[in-house]
């Protein structure tokens, strides 16, 4: 087996050899820089347009479930038929991911996101011809669509950070470019039960759902064609000397997205460790949805209202506290410590919750909430990075993109099983799964000794680029 160390030095070597070799074709032997590296201020144009794609995405993915019996009686058709609208979402993901993430490493990342907002406008433009009663099935064809696009989404943020952001930025813009879908689902939970009212009239609610499903397709097309003009594939030089390694490694030892992810799934003992715990985290924070409910009106009845405002904190805060967190990840490098605090946090925060819960003290129980949001959402980016570290140099899209199964695969298992406990034995029967669920996670980060080979090979180009040391040179493209 070869050593990994040896591997990043003779990469290093090789690229000083090929640009010293390019430097005096070129008559120039003054640069003396191996590794070429630059940070474009177009990076924040690309994760912008990213974040716009996924907030039109994640908006739709709820619409219909977070108003359920108004859609049940509009269309005339059962509850568990609107949940289909929620469902077809995740059989979507485990149908179509690995095929998209061959296609993703063929296209490469500009085509991804060209396809990947094409089908969401494309599902969006269909559901506005579903404005009648009698076509609940073209409103689940248009939701299928936005389905696939979900596959196009979730493996991006980590690519496109190691593309375009140097080592001191991955992290903040991984969690910047995964909470776009905290903030297409806040957007949805604020908006859709205000526009669309439960009227006696039927016509009513119709013309209601038609002016969402018009605004919504007039954004997704905006969206596509603003990434189908402006959004390119990966800059000119590299952003940082490990992914300049990564590109070269790419390109001499390349054998293929099969042999990848057989060595990911078979030989990396580290990522199948991070992909189990951070299937267990993130899977209590995709249950939290669907538990908040019966949680909080065992003790706050009739406060419907209230489990939104508790959602919507629960994303927003959770999303700032994390970004927060992404930038010490980024200022430190501190992988292990960091997500070790963090999912021993989400115990205490959830022990939290659960007492504030039977305390009956509503703004404690928002408070709790917040916080709790913090710890589940911010280990979904550093679970991100963590697996880059990982993983490299391999592909971030293939890799994250198996990441990401994890959460939707336990979630299926969790989601349910933390229901019929609390529905069998009792809200603190259900607090109980969730915590053991948590401790599991935590127990795995802890034991996992993950090997920052990201790191390393950054560490090997500065060894051997001693003019660059570490300087990126920030121009405007």
Not at 213 to 238: G, H, K, M, N, R
Request: charge should be positive.
């Amino acid at each position: 087996m070869k050593n990994p160390q040896m591997t990043d030095i003779y990469v290093a070597h090789s690229l000083k050899a090929e640009f010293t070799e390019e430097n005096e074709e070129n008559g120039n032997t003054s640069s003396g820089s191996p590794l070429k590296v630059q940070v474009f201020k177009r990076r924040w144009v690309q994760l912008f347009l990213y974040v716009l794609w996924g907030i039109c995405s994640s908006y739709q993915y709820p619409q219909f479930v977070i108003i359920g019996h108004i859609i049940s009686r509009y269309y005339d058709v059962s509850t568990l038929a609107v949940a289909s609208t929620s469902i077809v979402l995740m059989v979507a993901y485990a149908v179509f991911l690995f095929p998209a993430l061959f296609l993703m490493e063929r296209i490469g990342l500009k085509w991804t996101v060209v396809i990947g907002a094409a089908l969401t406008c494309l599902g969006a433009w269909i559901k506005v011809f579903s404005r009648a009663p009698d076509r609940f099935p073209l409103l689940l064809t248009g939701q299928a669509m936005v389905a696939i696009s979900q596959v196009f989404i979730a493996p991006v943020p980590g690519k496109l950070a190691a593309f375009w952001f140097g080592n001191d930025q991955l992290a903040l813009a991984t969690a910047i470019g995964c909470y776009a879908a905290h903030v297409g689902l806040s957007i949805c939970f604020l908006t859709v039960p205000i526009f669309v009212r439960n009227h006696d009239d039927v016509e009513k609610i119709g013309h209601e759902l038609s002016v969402i499903y018009w605004t919504v397709a007039i954004a997704c097309s905006v969206v596509t064609l603003a990434v189908l003009f402006l959004f390119q594939d990966e800059p000119p030089a590299p952003p940082s000397e490990s992914r300049a390694l990564q590109k070269s490694t790419h390109e001499r030892f390349d054998t293929g997205v099969l042999v990848s992810f057989k060595k990911l799934l078979t030989k990396n003992r580290n990522f199948i460790i991070l992909w189990n715990a951070y299937g267990l985290i993130v899977a209590v924070f995709n249950s939290t949805g669907t538990v908040l409910n019966p949680l909080f009106l065992t003790h706050f009845k009739n406060c419907e209202v209230d489990v939104g405002i508790m959602s919507l904190l629960l994303c927003f805060v959770g999303t700032i506290g994390s970004l927060i967190i992404a930038s010490i990840l980024d200022k430190t490098k501190k992988f292990r410590v960091i997500a070790i605090t963090v999912s021993s946090s989400s115990l205490f925060c959830e022990i939290l919750f659960a007492t504030t819960l039977n305390m009956e003290i509503k703004w404690t129980v928002f408070l709790s909430a917040s916080l709790f949001g913090i710890t589940l959402i911010s280990f979904s980016a550093i679970g991100f990075e963590l697996c880059a570290e990982a993983t490299y140099p391999e592909s971030q899209a293939l890799s994250t993109g198996i990441l990401s199964t994890a959460g939707q695969i336990y979630g299926a298992f969790v989601t349910p099983l933390i229901l019929k406990v609390i529905h069998v034995y009792g809200d603190t029967a259900g607090h109980a799964v969730i915590l053991a669920i948590l401790g599991l996670g935590t127990l795995l980060t802890i034991s996992n000794k993950i090997d920052l080979r990201r790191q390393r090979a950054e560490e090997s180009a500065m060894r051997y680029n001693p003019l660059s040391q570490g300087v990126l040179r920030k121009i405007d493209k």
